[in-house]
C-alpha cells in the first residue's frame, strides 16, 4: 500500500494498493502540498492535479508525464527528470535546483519567478514557455527556447551552447558569464550576429517608380 501525504500536516491525501508509484495513473485529484520526496515515479502519469506545494525533492520521475496541472511552487530540487514531459502545466514559483532534466519537455509550461539553479537541462524543450526566472549556473546546452520567454531571466554563468533561442524574449535578461559558443540568437542567427538592414533605395528609384520607361 503507497500513502501520499501532505508535507506538513502529514495528514492522508491518497492511497493506493500498489508497491509503487512507478507507471502508476493518477487523475483529476488534490495533492496540493503531497510529499513524494524521494519516491520512484518512474514513468508515472499525473493529469488534472492540484500539486501547488507539492514535493517531489529527489524522486525518480524519469519518463513522467504531469499534463494540465497546476503545481504552482512545487518542490523538484535534485529530482532526476529524464525524459519525463511536463509540458502544458502551471509551475510558476517551482523549484528545479540541482535537477537532472535531460531531454525533458516543457512545452507551453508556465514558470514565471521559477528556479532552476545549476540544473541539468541539454536538450530540454522548452518552446513557448514562460521562463522569467533563475537559471544562474543552469546547463542548457542545445536547450530548445524558440518562442520562450525569458524576460528579465538570470541567465548568467549558464550554459547555453548550441541552444536555439529564435523569437525567444529576451529583454532585460542577464546573460552574464554565459557559455553562447554556437547559440542561436532571437533573429535565428548565430547569438551576436546582426540581421541585415534591407539596402534603400536610390531616391531617384522611389520617385520614377510606376513611370514608363
Known amino acids: 500500500m503507497i500513502e501520499i501525504k501532505h508535507r506538513e500536516t502529514g495528514a492522508l491525501l491518497l492511497s493506493m494498493d500498489a508497491d509503487s508509484l512507478a507507471h502508476a495513473n493518477i487523475n483529476g485529484e488534490n495533492l496540493a502540498y503531497a510529499d513524494f520526496s524521494g ?37 523538484f530540487t535534485q529530482a532526476s527528470l529524464i525524459e ?7 509551475m510558476d514559483f517551482a523549484d ?8 525533458c519537455q516543457f ?25 522569467r526566472g533563475n537559471f544562474h549556473g543552469a546547463i542548457l546546452a542545445k536547450a530548445n527556447l524558440f518562442g520562450a520567454d525569458l524576460t528579465s531571466a538570470d541567465l548568467t554563468s549558464a550554459d547555453l551552447r548550441e ?11 542577464d546573460f552574464n558569464f554565459a557559455k553562447m559558443q554556437g547559440c542561436i540568437g532571437t533573429n535565428g542567427k548565430a547569438w551576436g550576429s546582426a540581421v541585415k538592414a534591407p539596402a534603400k533605395r536610390p531616391w531617384w528609384h522611389i520617385w520614377g517608380r510606376g513611370a514608363a520607361v
Open 39 to 75: 519516491m520512484d515515479l518512474t514513468g508515472i502519469k499525473i493529469a488534472s492535479c492540484n500539486l501547488s506545494e507539492a514535493c517531489f525533492h529527489s524522486a525518480k520521475m524519469d519518463r513522467c508525464r504531469i499534463q494540465n496541472c497546476g503545481a504552482r511552487r512545487a518542490v
Open 84 to 90: 519525463a514531459n511536463l509540458s502544458d502545466n502551471v
Open 96 to 103: 528545479f535546483t540541482e535537477v537532472d532534466a535531460v531531454r
Open 107 to 131: 512545452r507551453h509550461a508556465k514558470m514565471n519567478g521559477g528556479t532552476f539553479v545549476k540544473g541539468n537541462f541539454t536538450q530540454c524543450d522548452f518552446s513557448f514557455s514562460e521562463l
Open 163 to 173: 541552444a536555439d533561442m529564435t523569437d525567444a524574449r529576451i529583454q532585460r535578461a
